[in-house]
């Protein structure tokens, strides 16, 4: 069991009886409304995708799955081949499986591979990757990390508000649960 404040996508839970991993999750905080979470899961059996609400203090059922980390290697047409690092044996994973990574992975990144029974229902992606800026306005002269931000194209494709001080070809650390910039990568 663990709390609904915990949940993150990826993570394989079970939901009415049945086996779901998290698609998508959202936090939501409204004025004096007490906060909430709001989920999309897919169903490990139809891999249809439903909406649920959970209250932020919820119990959760999380059923034992067999974690193992993998290092991502590479796209291979739709699929994306992981390499066992203990064995070196390579499996391909489908896209479906993978959820946003082609966003986050460039390669050699470790993930997190839930499989039950053998078969893969999910991965976790590493909290925090490290992409380079590949197209950015310039930088505007006296800009400071105010409240001001502006768009950034990652060499993923990803598209990050970042500080107006950030340029072209810098290294910057992205937060994979949320999608957001959270500093620069340090040397």
Known sequence: MMKASELR????????????????????????????????????????IIDV????????????????????????GEDYVLMDQETYDQIHVPADVMGEANLYLKGNEIIQVVRIDGRIVSTELPNTVELSVVDTPPV???????????????????????????????MLRIDTRTGDYIERAKD
Do not use: C
């Open 9 to 48: 996508k990826g993570k394989v839970i079970q939901h009415e009886g049945n086996l779901f991993t998290i698609a998508d999750i959202t936090r939501v905080s409204k004025g004096n409304w007490r906060s909430y979470l709001q989920a999309k899961l897919k169903s490990i059996k139809t891999g249809q």
């Open 53 to 76: 609400r959970f209250g932020v203090d919820d119990k959760i059922e999380t059923p034992f799955v067999e974690g193992k980390a993998f290092e991502y290697l590479y796209r291979d």
């Open 140 to 170: 505007v002269k006296g800009a400071t990390a105010t409240n001001q931000s502006k768009d950034a194209e990652m060499e993923t494709g990803l598209r990050v508000r970042v500080p107006p001080f950030i340029e072209i070809g810098e």
